[in-house]
């Protein structure tokens, strides 16, 4: 992509759509334009500033006429934070793009008939619907456009500018998770800007505050990790007590410390300062009764929107067409969430994630949750997915998939494709790699029923569940 030398600027163009990776969409003499932050019918004077062949990169310089599917953004950080970036785009019109992204993919990538998909299920909740948020400190402040860095500039605690690895967006208060999160954030904050505790520096690998992970659950349970650079009992006991003593409602509260070059932690092993180790989240049960519990400890994958997984859960047992006596695989199960939901309508269930500690979530959560009949296998997908595997578990009925971003290995599709399941349930968060594995099961397996579920409000993000079935 080549930075263009001269200035083009372009007046009164409107925009046409909005797709990939939430960007807005003008087309231009056979040019596509990705626009940030605009929406499709604005009208406005577009500035050109990285061009290749056939597409380009453009901002809006002035917004002439706003679309009627405009509205006001409610978060204060819109336009700088990269997390919700169809805020100033109404709900309603942020799910027909979600629904036409998953349309797209799947004709373009996947040459599937994707006339017959359902209406996208759309979330009852737009804000404060995540359970799970992550925060950086950083000792570099994002800048905001004629702001200035301050000779003892701390730095901030918030969330990644896009594309900008070293620079953190200050966070006052952000809508996505319900209270005390921007509360505990905040008086963190304060409390390490008190007592001089340095903000990290990623590029050179100095300072202490790291990270700060909050977690909560639909039974109130509130877990809270903070993840600092180095053993510094003077910093540690005090703050960690601090933050103890100021928010009774934390039930786990724990830290991490990662003297690694890079901020991830699923290696690391995260210490209990107080409380319990787990929160418990709870999800209503298939034909009611007790609701499900799920024990999530501090690196446990759970769907960060409840209300829409309980929802998207409800699609893939609606889709898997059980009658109660089947053998189900439940693939890429992470803590065996699925598996679960489904198992009083099995005989048999089968999970395999590769996370050790997600499969033992898995069976203790299972074990807890009453089902003898499910069993969790830990590895990775493509060498634990067998023919040995498939003669010592049983050949499924009915195999659910819900792969990473990525989509499925190719040796998994090919798996798949031996063992011919006469049903599979493809669950994906990524409409293009899921498209493409459809493309690849097409050789044995027509496409029934596709939802779409919004778990991600205000982002362009969209899951998508099909139904597969053996020709
Ligand atoms: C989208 S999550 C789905 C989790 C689960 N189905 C749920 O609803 O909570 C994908 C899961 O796949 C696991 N995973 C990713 N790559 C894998 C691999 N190669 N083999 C096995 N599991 C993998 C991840 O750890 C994660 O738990």
């Not at 209270?179 to 963190?188: G, T, Y």
């Not at 977690?215 to 600092?228: A, C, D, P, Q």
């Not at 939901?341 to 074990?367: H, L, Q, T, W």
Request: charged share 25%.
């Amino acid at each position: 992509m080549s930075r263009l030398k001269k200035e083009i600027i372009i007046y009164d163009v409107t925009v046409d759509d909005a797709g990939a990776e939430g960007n807005a969409i003008v087309r231009l003499d056979g040019m596509v334009v990705f626009v940030p932050f605009a929406v499709p019918g604005d009208v406005i004077d577009l500035k050109l500033f990285k061009k290749k062949k056939n597409y380009a990169e453009g901002r809006v310089l002035t917004l002439k006429k706003p679309s009627h599917l405009r509205v006001e953004p409610v978060c204060g950080h819109f336009g700088t934070c990269g997390g919700c970036k169809w805020q100033m785009m109404q709900y309603e019109a942020q799910l027909h793009y979600k629904q036409q992204q998953v349309r797209d993919n799947l004709e373009r990538l996947g040459h599937i008939d994707a006339t017959r998909m359902q209406p996208i299920c759309g979330s009852s909740r737009t804000l404060g619907y995540r359970n799970k948020l992550e925060f950086t400190f950083s000792n570099k402040r994002w800048l905001a456009a004629g702001d200035t860095r301050l000779a003892d500039d701390p730095g901030a605690v918030g969330f990644h500018v896009p594309q900008v690895f070293d620079k953190v967006l200050p966070i006052e208060w952000c809508h996505l998770q319900q209270e005390p999160s921007n509360a505990i954030r905040n008086a963190l904050r304060d409390y390490a800007l008190e007592h001089h505790l340095p903000f990290y520096d990623i590029r050179n690998h100095k300072g202490y505050l790291r990270n700060l992970v909050i977690r909560n659950s639909s039974t109130g349970e509130l877990m809270v990790i903070v993840i600092v650079a180095e053993e510094r009992p003077e910093w540690l006991s005090p703050m960690m007590e601090f933050l103890k003593v100021t928010f009774p409602a934390i039930t786990s509260l724990f830290y991490i410390v990662n003297s690694k070059l890079n901020d991830s932690y699923g290696d690391l092993q995260p210490q209990l300062y107080s409380g319990q180790g787990y929160i418990t989240e709870q999800m209503p049960r298939l034909g009611g009764g007790e609701p499900l519990r799920f024990r999530i400890n501090p690196k446990s994958f759970y769907q960060t929107n409840s209300e829409q997984a309980y929802k998207l859960y409800s699609v893939v047992a609606d889709f898997a067409e059980l009658k109660g006596g089947e053998t189900l695989y439940d693939l890429y199960t992470g803590t065996g969430t699925i598996a679960q939901f489904v198992a009083a309508r099995c005989s048999k269930v089968v999970g395999i994630e590769y996370v050790e500690e997600a499969i033992v979530d898995a069976r203790a959560n299972a074990a807890a949750n009453g089902f003898g009949n499910c069993t969790f296998y830990a590895g990775d997908m493509a060498k634990v997915l067998t023919d040995e595997f498939v003669d010592a578990n049983g050949r499924p009925d009915v195999v659910i998939t819900d792969p990473p971003r990525a989509g499925m290995h190719d040796k998994v599709v090919e798996q798949l494709l031996n063992m011919e399941t006469p049903r599979i349930v493809y669950v994906s968060c990524n409409p293009a790699t899921q498209a493409r594995d459809l493309a690849l099961l097409a050789a044995k397996y027509d496409v029934g029923r596709i939802q779409p579920v919004d778990m991600f409000p205000h982002t362009h993000h969209v899951e998508n569940v099909a139904e597969l079935l053996l020709r």
